[in-house]
Structures are given as structure tokens and as C-alpha cells.
């Protein structure tokens, strides 16, 4: 009987597995991203701000404007899209776009006036001073490459392959090698993500990419299928 109760949960497990395969999200910015299957959130401070009052769209681009709102707590106002991912398969996000003002309460900056990420807990936030991402003890601070201007368009990346993530700014690294607390994120985001800064900012493209699962799935699938077939058949003795 425990062998019969078992074949649901594995089950359960090999689906979900098995539906983890290769994506590609783009964001198209000729539209708002509520239209092309992104969700609009509104928490914290910026509960119940209207998307259009934070968001809008015009020449190819998705401008933001969170500035003045809230200023005070944890929310903030950004989109996110639901993802399938196996436990560990790698991903990756890159936004192209361009800070031209910012503000926080807090010091040093807290630069998640516009940020991207998944699971709301695998996230950086980049501002016009610092970095700051999320790692598994907390938050972490990064200095911004050398010559740095966030008033012009920058391609930001940021990136988890074998259990570690890693951010780069027009191809140079700013960290890596370190670990997150959403390996396997169900949603990615992007926007305004705090109360405690808000920014104004223009997103030229957004795209995030989860490569085919790891190797090592295949096999562990028809390993389960085989023990599901025995045991499916005991049970049905």
C-alpha cells in the first residue's frame, strides 16, 4: 500500500521535471507588459497605484516612473511572469536601459528602484552609485564598473548556472561565483521593487532564457518511469 501511495508523489515529481524545458520571455516594448501575459503588482507602499501612473510605453521604449511614490516601507510596483524551471537548470535575464533618476531613504543607496530577478529573493537592484543583490545570508553590495553612466543604455545581465549566480554590466562582470536563495524561481520580475527607492527609468528590452534541462534529468526520468511501471504493476495485482 506505501509502495501504491508512492506512485502519485513520483508521479507529481517526474511531471514537474519533465516540463521543465527550454525558454525564451520577451518583453515586447511597443505594449504595456500587461498585455503580453506579465502581471501587474502593487504592494507596500505602492498598493494601489494604478499601472498606468507608474508605467507607460512610447518610441520602442517602456518607461518607468515610480518617483514620489510610497518612500517609506517594503513594495513597489513591478511586473512579473510565472516560469516552469527544474531544480537547478540554468537561466538567464538581460535588460537593456537607462536611470536617469533616482531616489532612496536609505545609506548606502537602495538601489531596487528598478531591478530584475526571480522569485522576488534572487534579485539585483542597480542604481546610478551602487549594486545591491540578493545572496543566501542577505543582501550584498557591489561597486559599479569604472566610468560607469547609468543615464545611458546599459545591457545588464544576470545569470545562474551550476547553483551560483552572477551579474554583468555590458559584458563586465560585477559579481559571480555566488549563491541564491531561488535557484528554481517560479516567476521572474522586473521594475520598481521597493518603497524604500524609487526610480525613473527607460527598458529598451527584457529578456530572460532558461537553458534544456541538466544532463544528468534525462536519465533520472526514465529511471523513474521504469520504477513507476513496477510498481504501477504491483498494484494493480
Known amino acids: 500500500a506505501l509502495q501504491c501511495r508512492a506512485v502519485a508523489t513520483l508521479s507529481a515529481a ?24 506579465w502581471v501587474y503588482v502593487a504592494a507596500g507602499d505602492g498598493a494601489g497605484v494604478a499601472e498606468s501612473a507608474v508605467f507607460s510605453v512610447g518610441g520602442g521604449e517602456l518607461h518607468q516612473n515610480s518617483l514620489g511614490i510610497g ?75 569604472v566610468g560607469f553612466d547609468s543615464s545611458i543604455y546599459n545591457s545588464y545581465e544576470y545569470t545562474f548556472s551550476g547553483g551560483l549566480q552572477a551579474f554583468s554590466i555590458n559584458g563586465v562582470m560585477v559579481f559571480e561565483g555566488e549563491p541564491t536563495p531561488a535557484a528554481t524561481p517560479g516567476a521572474i520580475l522586473f521594475g520598481d521593487g521597493t518603497g524604500y527607492a524609487n526610480a525613473r527609468a ?6 530572460f ?29
Request: hydrophobic share 45%; proline share 6%.
Open 209 to 237: 532564457t532558461s537553458s534544456v534541462p541538466e544532463p544528468g534529468t534525462l536519465p533520472m526520468l526514465l529511471a523513474g518511469a521504469g520504477i513507476l511501471g513496477f510498481i504501477g504493476r504491483r498494484c494493480r495485482r
Open 14 to 37: 517526474l511531471v514537474l521535471a519533465g516540463g521543465a524545458q527550454a525558454a525564451t520571455i520577451a518583453l515586447d516594448t511597443g505594449s504595456l507588459p500587461s498585455t503580453q501575459g
Open 202 to 207: 527607460d527598458i529598451r528590452s527584457f529578456t
Open 71 to 145: 518612500m517609506a516601507h517594503a513594495g513597489g510596483n513591478w511586473y512579473q511572469h510565472a516560469v516552469t524551471l527544474a531544480p537547478g537548470q540554468s537561466w538567464a535575464m538581460t535588460m537593456v536601459a537607462r536611470l536617469f533618476s533616482f531616489e532612496s531613504i536609505k545609506s548606502p543607496n537602495y538601489p531596487f528602484g528598478l531591478f530584475f530577478g526571480a522569485n522576488n529573493d534572487s534579485a539585483v537592484g542597480f542604481g546610478a552609485d551602487n549594486i545591491q543583490y540578493v545572496v543566501a545570508t542577505g543582501l550584498a553590495l557591489a561597486a559599479l564598473p
